[in-house]
């Protein structure tokens, strides 16, 4: 490193650290300082800032320069985040000369002794880095932002995957499920946190502080969601549940009128609506932990409730259907695109068995090429667990439905004693699960 | 893995996840292969769940099967932990095999992507393992507590290093300090916390409520701790503060006869006693943070406050002494050993000038083999940027100092506009930054 | 009494007190026994319910009693509640043979001895009974609706004022400055508490969740309220403040483009909506209190604030002004109802000298017939000792301003140094405080 | 009142409501007033300040009035705190012709108009003045204390009653059932409310944080108190509870050896120790309704709790042996005091028969002048509707039980269905509900 940069990342210490203690006038040497240094462009300062977080600095005096790094990284724009997210792939990756060595030490003889330094130069210098930036107050949330903007990077750039795998692995880490709680979100949660559950929702959009009302207000109405305490009041996770007295086959009477009823007296909990929040955590996994946390804590509140069911989108029947995969399709689909049976009940009474057998088929027999279920909600509740109970149709009128799914809509079944055989019989070799009233479309 | 092992992890599995909804009753079926599944020797059950737990069972059901693991894991005794962590380190590992295909393309071509795929064979099964295990409530403090009897057996048998390494790891991430909060400790604190300081307090110990709360309660004392999530009422470190006018050379004052002067009238706050909590998190930096952090939340507090210092003792003085190194040091000893200075002020103002010059020695120019200074609170303070600033004797008359220390103490000062200036001297080449009274001594 | 009510009132007990405890299924019996119980009218309820709270039934029983009678009350509708309130007046008052013994007693000795049973028996036997219906759970806020259901029967009734003085000495008393928190409501506040900020804004009312966001989540916008602990989440008074460059002469810019600077720069503090919140609590006050403590905490947050001021409405202007109290008024009150002012800035500056002559004389001159100042807003802050600064026209253009005021606008200053005397000479003699802006006014 | 003092009393305002607010030096007059004014003597400090807050101050200014007054009560001995509570019944009581005239309206017709008026004129002025100075922060807690100091000056000036008078009616309006809530005590209780507890228990004192923690810590234990949101930390009554299998007849196994069974194996709550905590709450009644609650919240908690008992102290048992009231009393008191059953069981053995029955007689039969059970305890458990279940001899070898009690314990029953019944047959004639094992003692 040239004098030069030196002395430039001594004065950012300098000013940065020199000017940290609260409540004091900087001295004015220091100021100066401070002035030139924050005049550099973000992108070196950043870069500058990442070389002294992974240089011999004080351990306290990194959280000062990873605050600085992460504001840095805030004013960059798309171009400037893309040349950053280049540098930390190429800058901050591994020594192949101190990998080979250890590999060669390892690879004379294989143990556990010899793997413990192999495993230290192979990892990415940037993991450390990441877990240096994540010192900083608030600097979580930001960390899940930053990858969130490298998948959109990665679109153009997909060799931006190796830095990626580092959040990913970071991430699975520190969102353990040890360290999520979840709460209860009602009518006397925050005004800050509704407002974000609102504009997550994106399965079941909602319209305003009215229409959050209407699903969450009620008796016979629960909110849950995930928080991470380093996330503070960011919800990762939320689920939207209805207590009813039977597995409903329709989404409208849910969302727009809600019968007070009182939850004593329900024996159904149906989870209508699931949403990850933050596109940074993909592949985290929440939804599984969430439901079944859900089940326990509606049982032990409402004992008299006996089934806990879903009632879901079927995000991918359209495309099915139209990519001719059955003989049947073509005709039908073509039929539906007509779109006559939305307001045409006997229409729509003519075609529903058609629509149910073919929708029967999607679920239990379209697959993708790697053997999994093509419908990507199927696979989520499939793989928890649930069985494919029965096909709704038509089960939701909205745009996003009719273009999707042609208003297709299912139940996954969440039955506790048998998720795990059902979980384990779908992994060994991809069994879906059926409940009875979809079967008796297959036996028809 | 024989067919009767499979038998009795399906058992064990099914056991373990039939009957978790709360409230309900297990049917009998159920509880017949708990009793069985249960009835096996705890090490057996632990096995077992740590195998399932790397199977392909559910996210969700994994919680269960961790608690399980878990509880297993606390009936065990000392040769069962034992087998337990060579089970670990020798079944867990990484596969050979495929670490030399992974590093054979990265050796043909060393580049982020080939790294990737490499770096995920060689990270150890057990550290996804623990990941895993941590999924059970409250599972964060056993697994810490797992690694303080992993570090207890490690002085038999120093082969368990590498599953060391891999706690190390995970701890190193999962207490970042992005995580941790600091609390300050009060007599409004939660007595079970309070307790656990009194338990953790080794550097001045308790002897009961009543000292705690003189240490504590009066209007010119402060502790502060950090707290994690995901370890609830545990502190991990706490540092004990007295507000005084000056910087104190005796720590008998501060101990039992404490003076509730208001703190607005203080200047300095002396730093008297930090404890480390948790001896399964060895080698997790808290302390520079702890101080930095609480000098930021004092200075806010009470802006009178000028100086911030601690009183610290100087557990290796007598064994270097001891040593011979310095070639006054051995006459000195065996005067000091006789103990007439103890009670005769006389007799320790003579020796007072011998036993402050060869402090002075001690502290700056006495070395380990690597180069360190040789007092291991030397090398935590200094290497937080602190500088020795005067050494003080007789500081302390209890016969733990008189033992390690012949009574020495010594202050370090904490002056933020040069924390890092002599963080990086002492990183770079081991220069001691020294304060006015301790030069002095040095240069009579 | 007659002994079949005795029976029926012995039902209610034995119905309401044996099936209590939580948990248990009540005997058969019992469930008989509450079935009549509760099969009566509710006026039939309440009134033997009000019999048995004042009999000797335990004090512990006492809390299910009151709990069935507000249950009973809130079944009532307007004619059962007048009902419910002549009989509260009339059966639960004191019994004149008592008082007169008692005042025979104070006659010949008027001591502090004799008075006491005096004033033992004067205090109407109702005062009693609302102090023991309010042990109820939640009691309090519906005590407090009760009493703006009688204040809104005395309309019609005005003879059951002697009733409301028991409710008014009650309340003073519970709802003593002591017991109320400040607390801040920002947009972190729970929902439902925000809900009832947007209902009780009736000086500018908000249009919705937009708006309460835009007047309360910016930096330099404050809003704080009075809460009670037995009244929970219930604001019982709130103030919006904004924090400004200068004394603000118009309300729209406030209400409709908020800057968002940073409230570390503004120099002044203006209170521009202060809404008390329940019927109920007429009389009660809280607003004095309220300005008082948020002055205190704004400027212990922000100690560049140096200007306490309102922007008030001025509700009697119009009514004043076409009484004809002033001989100017008539042909300004018909230039002003012309509306020409309101779109035209050359007219409005040729009326301005005209109105602000008119308005200085509103505030200072214009009285009730008790001396008081006419307009009701003046009163308050006058009262609390602030001083009438600066007249405002036009300074609020929506209907309800021109309807009651032509628009007309006031600041309200708060100097803590001249409050008190301010306050006494204005008790006193009904001195009104002005500012420099309102006596150039005055003096032209 | 002379001009000087007139004088005094602006300065004293102008000196205390100049000053308030935070954060802003005062001016320099103001300073010097401030002095003045504080070197007058705490009681006229005090007696200014109460005409101060009768005056006609601005209700805001009265929260630093009321503040002063408080302090300078505090500066004040006992003579001097006489002297205030005799300025309180003679300068702040009624006006006797304002009170002829008020009752010769009512006199004249009986209304409820007249008695509003009546009633305004009668009410002591010190309540009012007793009001605000309860707008102080922290003032309630302060006017309880000056409550118990009252009571204390009332052993020797008895004629302070028409004052406590005061106190007593406003305690039970601000201390009402609804305005208090419960809460459990356990070891994660702040250390500042546990040291209360230990301080306040009386009954069975404790020796310290280790006794504490036996009692308060196994999982068969519950402690349980009221708190007022005026009051803060300071419990105003709590209950000492311990599960077993059965009614427990000695009190030391409970106090020293106790085993941490399961709660849930438990079909006994035994309440064995119940204390009130300020001595200037007297009269105001908590316990009744504490044990109503702890009943309901014991019950939800552990459905499977079948008994409520007591174990309670006997505290009049030997003054009622030795006052000869039994002729067989005298006898066995005599051979009770020479104390030989306490370490020869077979002695003890011998007495039992003639010590159950007399205790048997004491409960039942012993009464006080006015008719009420003799016991104070009794008193207590058979006015909430409790009945006397068992005697139990000896049940408490403490010094304290056998001094007053000669080691007599009893249990007393809370049966839910029953409470209501036996307390109002208790109140009617004085009924004594009893328990079978009594009940056999009586019939031997």
Known sequence: MARAKLTFLNDLVQAIT????????????????????LARPAAERLAAACDVLMGRIGDAARVAIAEQALTAYGQLDAAGRLGFFQLLRDRFGADPAAIRRAFAAYDASPTAETLVPLFETVEPARQTLLRRLNTAPGATLRLVQMR??????????????PL?????HLFASWFNRGFLRIQRIDWSTPADVLEKIM???SVHPMTGWQ?????????????????????????????????????????????????????????TAVFYSINNTLAGLKG?????????????ELSAELPSLKTFVTLSPAPGFAAWLASGADPRAADLAAE???????????????????VEALAATYFTAARTRSGAPRDPVARFHLGNGAAAWRVNWPGDLSDNSIRQAHGLMINYLYEPAR??????SFVRDGTVATGAPLRAVLER
Not at 148 to 161: F, I, S, T
Not at 234 to 251: H, M, N, Q
Not at 419 to 424: D, F, G, R, S, V
């Open 336 to 354: 539906l695109d007509l779109g006559a049976w939305i307001h045409d009940a006997g229409e729509a009474a003519r075609l529903k068995p058609e």
């Open 211 to 267: 229409d959050l009302r209407r699903r969450l207000d009620p008796a016979d109405r629960r909110f849950f969601a995930f928080f991470h305490p380093a996330t503070g009041n960011e919800p990762l996770i939320f689920v939207e549940v209805a207590l009813t007295r039977e597995t409903p086959d329709r989404i409208a009477p849910i969302l727009t009128a809600p019968q007070a009823a009182e939850p004593v007296e329900a024996d």
């Open 284 to 296: 985290v996994s929440f939804g599984n932990f969430l439901i079944k946390q859900v089940v326990a």
């Open 18 to 37: 020199g000017n940290e203690r609260r409540g004091r006038s900087p001295r004015i040497a220091d100021e100066a300082a401070t002035r030139t240094a």
């Open 199 to 201: 504009r997550y929702e």
């Open 148 to 161: 969130a903007d490298l998948l959109q990077a990665m679109r153009k750039q997909p060799d931006l995957a």
């Open 419 to 424: 998720i795990e055989a059902q979980h384990e």
């Open 164 to 168: 990626d795998a580092d959040f990913a």
